[in-house]
């Protein structure tokens, strides 16, 4: 987990299968930059955005789930 523990540095440790590097969105700071242009200007692509969001919001608790399991494999 290289020192870490956000959900980006145990994910690749515990979960390796999950990734983010094939998503448009595939960080936090990423995702508040793209809600913020979806929220103040009128001319952006709000639909590819919202499902860009969607698909980065939905593996962040997808991997959420999956490290939870893994730990209470390891626990026990």
Not at 15 to 36: H, K, M, Q, T, W
Not at 37 to 63: K, N, V, W
């Amino acid at each position: 987990m290289n020192g870490g523990y956000s959900i980006k540095d145990v994910l690749p440790a515990l979960v390796p299968e999950l990734r983010y590097d094939d998503l448009p969105i595939n960080n936090g700071g990423d995702a508040s930059l793209s809600f913020e242009q979806m929220i103040y200007e009128p001319a952006a692509d709000h639909s590819s955005i919202r499902r860009d969001l969607l698909a980065y919001c939905g593996l962040d608790t997808l991997a959420m789930v999956k490290i939870l399991e893994r730990l209470e494999k390891v626990i026990g």
